[in-house]
């Protein structure tokens, strides 16, 4: 469904330099599946174009965030905990 969002992106940038209106996202996917309005390729596997590419880039991405993410919150609750105590002593 990236490929939906693309398209949308570059109807907006086209749009830009003149008054016209931009599909929205109806019009869009409807242009999609249909394969009209210039696309080589339409229907449901349409939809799936460049999915591959995207995982490659997404996943690892979001395991690098959620690893950092779980990393600095341990590191972060233990020294909240040794100044707690700290401030007990």
């Known amino acids: ?3 939906l969002k693309t398209h949308r992106q ?3 940038a086209g749009s ?3 008054v016209r209106r931009t599909p ?3 019009d869009s996917m409807r242009l999609l599946m249909t ?3 210039g696309h080589s390729r ?3 596997r349409a939809l799936y174009a460049g999915l591959v590419p995207r995982l490659l880039k997404v996943v690892p991405a979001s395991a690098i965030m959620v690893a950092t993410f779980e990393l600095l919150k341990n590191e972060f609750s233990e020294r909240n905990s040794r100044s707690a105590l700290a401030a007990m002593a």
């Open 42 to 44: 339409g229907g449901h």
């Open 24 to 26: 929205g996202t109806v």
């Open 16 to 18: 830009l330099g003149g």
């Open 1 to 3: 469904f990236d490929v």
């Open 10 to 12: 570059v109807e907006f």
């Open 35 to 37: 394969g009209s309005s």
